[in-house]
C-alpha cells in the first residue's frame, strides 16, 4: 500500500502510523455530555467501501493526514493534510 | 544421453555420485543425460518418481540442495542450475532412493485412500496429536528443513517502471520491445535463465531466420535501450494492490561467497503485460507416474534446447496437433520415435515412425524406470518397448496471477482450459499463450498489441511492427483420463488420482474447494499448476456437471514456492532493528556494566565493582551513593521535546492535566498527561526556559508516542494554535547528579558555582558547563538534593567521565537502572509499571492534579463515574521482611487465593537498601484507607505467599525535605 503525501509525494505505507477513523477530528465540547463522548471515543463503523482514516507519516514530514480510501477495492484515493481540514 | 559432447564440463553430486553437467543447465538435463532416471520418491505412497517437466511446474524432482545448515529442501531439479561441487541429494526416501522401506505404503495404499486419516485416526482423541499425527507426518512429506539457522545472506529490493511484462517468451519480448521503443520504462522479468521462453525450445522459425536467433536480436535490441531493464531468473510470484507485484530472482552462482542466494523483489508498476504462457497438462491414464514418463513439450525441449534425450526409444501420447512435434524435432534429431499414439480418430498426422490414431496408453511397465507401454488401438492391444513416453493432454494458459485478488478465470471451449478474466487484476493485460493465444504468430502479434495499447494509455506513441512467424492452428479433443483399471495419476507432488477425485465425489466433497481439501489435489507447492484443470474434469464427469459450472479453486500467491528467508531478508537475528546508544555507551561498557535493552535504547544495568558477585551487592552500593554521596545516571534516553511559539503554553495547559502557562520563565513543573479516553498516557517534568520557550520531558518508552500526540493536537485538534514542537532528544546528552554531594560535584564541572538561592528545588536555566553552554534542572526522580545536567551531544562522553571521576573522588560514582528503579520505589515514583494503560489520575492519587479551571485531553472521559469511584484499586506502598515479586496478586489474609477473591496485584518491587526491607508498590482496592492493614500475597506463577504490610507509597522520606534542602 502506498499513500501520497501532500508534502513528501507517494509513500510506502511502512512510513505511515495508522490511528482510526476521521471521527477523531470531531471533538466533543468538555460538557458535551457522557453519550457524545462515548460515541467520540468508541463507536466507530466498519464499513466496507468508502472510509475517512487518519494516518500519521511519522517517518516522513511528520503530518497528520486524512486519507480517503476504499476497504474492499483497496484503492487510495487521496490525502490531505488534516491541519488545512475546514472544521 | 548427450547429442553432442559439451565442450565445458563441472562436477556435481547427486546422492554422492559424481555426475557431470554443463555448467547452468537444469540439474534435470545433467541427470537424464547421465541416464537417472529415479530421481524422487513420492509424497504419500513414495513411489518412485522420475523427472516429468522442464520448468517451475515440476511435480516430481524434488531435491535437496547442499548440506548441514545450508541444506534447503524441495528445490525443483529443473530450476536448479549446475554448477560446479553442488550437492544435490534426494529426500522422502530410507534408507536409499532405490530401496525406499515407505514404499510399504505403496502396497496398502487402498488403506490410505484421499481423506483416510479423517476416518481412521479418530480414536482416541488424544492420541492424534501424540501419536497419528506425527507418525503421518514423518511417513508423508517432502524433504525436511536442518532445524539449524541458515547461514546464507539473501535479500530483498524494491522496483519502479512504468510497464512489467511478466514473462519473455515470443509474447513478452515483443511486448517489451515495442514499449521500450515508444520509451516507456519496462521492467521485463523471466523465471528461465535466459530470455526467450519457448523460442529456446521449439524448432521453428521468425523472419524467415531460426527462432533462436530472432530472440539474440531482441535481445540485443533490449539491452541497447537504457530504459528497460530484464531480469532472468526472476519469477513474478504475487500481483498485490496497486501495481505492487512480488518477484523472486534466483541470483546468479549460487553459493558465490559475496552474493545473496536469492532477492526478493516489490515492483511497483503503472500497468503490467501478463505475459506468463502456458502449462502442459498431462492425461491421467493407468501408472502414468512412472519415471521416463514425461510431459511432451519437456521431452523436446531437453532435445533442442540442451542437447539432451532423455530416452532411446521415445513414444508419443497425446490428444492434440502439439504433441507430435515431439516427434518430429526428435526424430529430426536422430532419436528413435517407438510410437506415436494420438487418442483422436480424425487426427491428421504423418512421420517416419509408428502411428496410432484413436488409440490410447492403457498399462505401463517399469519400477524404476520405463520398460514398456500397452495400448489399445483398434479394438486390440499392443505391447510398445520404451524408455520414455512423452504425453500432452493440451495446454493450460498460466492464469495465476490474474487470480490473485479474487479474480476467477474463464472457460474457453476450444482449447478446454481456463484463460484469464479481463480487468482481474487493476492494470494489468494479458498476451500470448497465457490469453489462450497458442500459435507464435499470435503471440508476437498480441504482445506488440497490447504493448502499444499499454504505451498510448501512458501518454506515447508507440508503433507496431510484427515480425513474420508460424500460425498454424493447434486443435485438440479433450481427454482427460483414459478409461480402465488401475491408478491414473492426476496430482503427482500430492499422490492424488482419479479415483481420489471421484471418492470425494461420492462422499459429497462435491464443491471444487472441497473437493481439493478432501483430496490435498492442488495443494502447496505445486498449487495444481499442472493438474487443476484435469482434476476439474474429473469431478465434473463424476458429478454430472460441466466444467464451467464446477469452477475452478482459487490461485493464491505465490506462484511458486518463496522461501521465508528471501522474504524476511535482512529480519534474520536483530536484521535491521535500529539500536540507540547513549553518549555514555562505551564509558559504561569500559565499566563492565551489562547493558540492557529500553526500547531501542541500551542503557547500563548497573556498574560492577570488585569483589561483588550479584547484581544486588552492586545496586545496594549505588543506591547508597545517591543517599549518602552522589550518584551520576545517563538520562538522555528520556524524550525531549521541544515546544515553541506565542501558544506553546496553551499547547502545554491542553495536553497535561495541569497548569502550565502559570508556570514562571526559569522554572520546571511536574505534568501528568492523559489519553482521551481518561487513562494516564504519560508523566514528566516540563521546563519553562522562556516565555515562548518549553522542554517537555518524557518517559523513555513513550517518547515517540508523546510526540505523536502532540503533533496530533496541534495538527488535528487546536490547529489554532500557535506552536511547534521537534524532538530533541538525541540533540542533548543529560545525566542526573542526584545526593547530598550534588551540589558539590556540580561545582566542579560549571563554569560558576551554583548559589542554592537562585537554583531552588524545580529552578531550571542556562549554564557553563567546563565552557560548553548546557541547561540545568533541579529536579529529582531519586528523592535527594539533586540536578539534571545536560550538554550538546557531543560533549556527552567527556561530561559523563568526569562527573563520575570526580563523584569517585567524593565517594561516589556512576549508577544503573537497578538502582535508579530502587531510589523511586524507595519515594514512590511511578513508572510505565504503574501507567500501564488501565490506571487513572485517581488511581495513582493524582487526582487532584486534573485542573478543574481549563479544558485538557482526557478531562470529561476522566469525569465519568467508573473511574473515579472509592472501590477501585488504588496505588499503595507494601513491606515485607522476605523478598516480594511483581505480578503476584492481593489477598485478604485468610481468603482463598482465587482469582475472584484477588484485591490488586504488585506492579514494581526491589529490596531498599536505605530501609533495609522488601517494597513493593502495587495496586489495592480501596487500597489508600487500608493503610496499616497485612494483607495477603500471592504469586502462583513463581509459587510465593507473604504477608506483607500495606502503607503509603511513599516509603523514604514522606515530606520530600531531602530534594528541596
Known sequence: MRITCPNCGTRDRREFYYLGDALALDRPAEDAGLGAWDDYLHSRDNPAGETRDLWCHEAGCGAWLIVERNTVTHAVHKATLAEKVKR | ?965
Open chain 2, 1 to 965: 544421453m548427450r547429442l553432442q559432447a559439451p565442450e565445458n564440463m563441472v562436477t556435481f553430486t547427486f546422492d554422492g555420485r559424481r555426475i557431470k553437467g554443463v555448467p547452468g543447465e537444469p540439474v534435470s538435463a545433467a541427470l537424464l543425460a547421465n541416464g537417472i532416471k529415479l530421481v524422487a520418491r513420492s509424497f504419500k505412497y513414495h513411489r518412485p518418481r522420475g523427472v516429468m517437466s522442464a520448468g517451475a511446474e515440476e511435480q516430481n524432482a524434488l531435491v535437496t540442495v547442499g548440506q548441514g545448515a545450508q541444506a534447503e529442501p524441495n528445490v525443483r531439479a529443473t530450476t536448479l542450475e549446475v554448477s560446479e561441487g553442488l550437492e544435490v541429494s534426494s529426500q522422502n526416501a530410507w534408507p536409499s532412493l532405490r530401496y525406499d522401506m515407505m514404499a510399504v505404503n505403496d502396497l496398502i495404499s487402498p488403506f490410505l485412500a484421499a481423506g483416510f486419516y479423517y476416518k481412521t485416526f479418530m480414536w482416541p482423541r488424544s492420541f492424534w496429536e501424540k501419536l497419528y499425527e506425527p507418525v503421518i507426518r514423518r511417513a508423508a512429506g517432502l524433504g525436511a528443513l536442518s532445524g539449524q539457522t541458515n547461514p546464507d545472506t539473501y535479500e530483498k529490493a524494491f522496483a519502479f517502471c512504468d510497464v512489467l511484462v511478466i514473462g519473455a517468451g515470443p509474447a513478452g519480448l515483443m511486448a517489451a520491445l515495442t514499449a521500450g521503443r515508444a520509451g516507456a520504462d519496462v521492467i521485463i522479468a523471466d523465471d528461465d535463465t535466459a530470455m526467450g521462453g519457448r523460442l529456446l525450445r521449439e524448432c521453428e522459425d521468425i523472419e524467415g531466420k531460426p527462432a533462436r536467433e530472432w530472440v539474440l536480436d531482441a535481445l540485443a535490441e533490449l539491452d541497447a535501450m537504457p530504459n528497460v531493464r530484464r531480469m532472468t531468473r526472476t519469477t513474478v510470484t504475487g500481483a498485490y494492490d496497486q501495481g505492487t507485484y512480488g518477484a523472486l530472482e534466483r541470483v546468479a552462482g549460487r553459493f558465490a561467497p559475496d552474493k545473496p542466494l536469492e532477492c526478493f523483489w516489490r515492483i511497483v508498476a503503472q500497468r503490467a503485460i501478463l505475459c506468463a504462457g502456458a502449462l502442459e497438462r498431462p492425461i491421467a491414464f493407468p501408472n502414468n507416474d512412472r519415471p521416463g514418463i514425461m510431459m511432451a513439450s519437456a521431452v523436446r525441449a531437453y532435445v533442442n534446447r540442451w542437447g539432451v534425450t532423455p530416452g532411446k526409444a521415445v513414444t508419443v501420447f497425446g490428444n492434440n496437433d502439439d504433441a507430435h512435434r515431439t516427434a518430429r524435432d526428435l526424430a529430426a534429431a536422430g532419436i528413435k520415435v517407438a510410437a506415436v499414439i494420438d487418442s483422436r480418430d480424425d487426427a491428421k498426422v504423418a512421420g517416419d515412425y509408428p502411428i496410432y490414431t484413436g488409440a490410447q496408453v492403457i498399462a505401463t511397465k517399469g519400477r524404476h524406470g520405463l520398460q514398456s507401454i500397452t495400448i489399445r488401438h483398434n479394438g486390440g492391444t499392443r505391447m510398445v518397448q520404451t524408455d520414455c513416453l512423452a504425453m500432452s493432454g493440451g495446454w493450460n494458459p498460466t492464469v495465476h496471477l490474474t487470480c490473485h485478488m479474487n479474480g476467477r478465470p474463464t472457460w474457453r471451449e476450444d482449447i478446454a482450459s481456463f484463460v484469464p478474466t479481463p480487468q482481474s487484476i487493476p492494470g494489468m493485460v494479458t498476451a500470448g499463450a497465457c490469453n489462450g493465444s497458442f500459435t507464435t504468430a499470435a503471440c508476437l502479434a498480441e504482445g506488440a498489441a497490447v504493448a502499444a495499447e499499454v504505451a498510448a494509455g501512458l501518454g506515447l506513441k508507440p508503433k507496431v511492427t510484427v515480425p513474420d512467424a508460424d500460425g498454424t492452428a493447434y486443435a485438440l479433443a479433450p481427454l482427460w483420463a483414459v478409461p480402465g483399471k488401475g491408478r491414473k495419476w492426476i496430482d503427482f507432488q500430492n499422490d492424488v488420482h482419479v479415483k481420489d477425485i471421484k471418492l470425494a465425489a461420492q462422499e459429497n466433497f462435491r464443491s471444487v474447494e472441497h473437493m481439493k481439501r478432501y483430496t490435498t489435489q492442488g495443494m502447496a507447492p505445486d498449487q495444481g499448476k499442472s493438474s487443476n484443470v484435469v482434476a476439474l474434469a474429473v469431478l465434473a464427469d463424476a458429478t454430472g456437471r460441466g466444467i464451467p459450472e464446477t469452477g475452478t479453486t482459487t490461485f493464491r500467491p505465490p506462484y511458486v514456492p518463496v522461501s521465508i528467508a528471501a522474504m524476511g531478508a535482512g529480519s534474520q537475528g536483530k536484521g535491521f532493528a535500529p539500536e540507540r546508544f547513549t553518549t555514555s555507551h562505551k564509558a559504561s561498557v569500559a565499566r563492565d556494566a551489562p547493558m540492557i535493552e529500553a526500547g531501542l535504547w541500551y542503557r547500563p544495568s548497573y556498574f560492577p565493582q570488585m569483589g561483588e558477585t550479584h547484581w544486588q551487592q552492586s545496586c545496594d552500593r549505588e543506591v547508597g551513593y545517591v543517599r549518602n554521596a552522589v550518584g551520576v545516571c545517563d538520562v538522555s534516553t528520556l524524550g525531549k521535546i521541544d515546544i515553541q511559539g506565542p501558544d506553546a503554553a496553551a499547547l502545554l495547559d491542553f495536553v497535561y492535566t495541569n497548569m502550565f502557562s502559570t508556570l514562571k520563565v526559569g522554572r520546571v513543573r511536574y505534568g501528568l498527561m492523559l489519553r482521551e479516553d481518561g487513562h494516564v498516557m504519560d508523566d514528566g517534568t516540563t521546563a519553562r526556559l522562556g516565555d515562548t520557550h518549553f522542554v517537555m520531558t518524557t518517559t523513555t518508552a513513550a517518547a515517540g508516542l508523546v510526540m505523536r500526540h502532540l503533533e496530533f493536537v496541534l495538527q488535528v485538534l487546536r490547529s489554532d494554535l500557535d506552536a511547534k514542537v521537534i524532538s530533541v532528544t538525541e540533540q542533548w546528552a543529560q545525566f542526573a547528579v542526584a545526593g547530598p554531594q550534588a551540589l558539590a560535584l556540580l561545582n566542579t564541572v560549571l563554569d560558576q558555582d551554583l548559589d542554592d538561592e537562585i537554583w531552588p528545588f524545580m529552578a531550571c536555566g542556562e549554564v557553563g558547563v567546563s565552557g560548553v553552554p548546557g541547561r540545568l534542572f533541579r529536579i529529582s526522580f531519586s528523592g535527594e538534593h539533586a540536578y539534571e545536567v545536560a550538554v550538546p551531544s557531543r560533549y556527552g562522553e567527556s561530561l559523563f567521565r568526569m562527573l563520575t571521576a570526580q563523584a569517585e573522588v567524593m565517594g561516589g560514582g556512576p549508577y544503573g537502572m537497578e538502582a535508579l528503579n530502587v531510589l523511586r520505589i524507595e519515594k514512590g515514583f511511578v513508572t510505565h509499571a504503574e501507567l500501564h494503560g488501565r490506571t487513572t489520575a485517581f488511581d495513582i492519587g493524582m487526582a487532584r492534579m486534573v485542573s478543574a479551571k481549563k479544558d485538557c485531553i482526557g478531562k470529561a472521559a476522566a469525569a465519568r463515574p467508573g473511574l473515579s469511584d472509592w472501590g477501585r484499586q488504588q496505588l499503595v506502598g507494601l513491606r515485607s521482611t522476605n523478598a516480594l515479586t511483581a505480578g503476584a496478586h492481593l489477598f485478604e489474609k485468610n481468603a482463598a487465593e482465587t482469582r475472584g477473591n484477588s484485591l490488586g496485584y504488585t506492579t514494581s518491587v526491589c529490596y531498599s537498601p536505605t530501609l533495609q526491607m522488601h517494597l513493593a508498590l502495587g495496586f489495592l482496592e480501596n487500597g489508600r484507607a487500608r493503610h496499616g492493614e497485612v494483607i495477603k500475597l500471592r504469586d502462583h506463577l513463581r509459587d510465593v505467599t507473604e504477608e506483607v504490610a500495606v502503607c503509603d507509597p511513599v516509603f523514604f522520606d514522606p515530606t520530600g525535605g531531602r530534594a528541596r534542602g
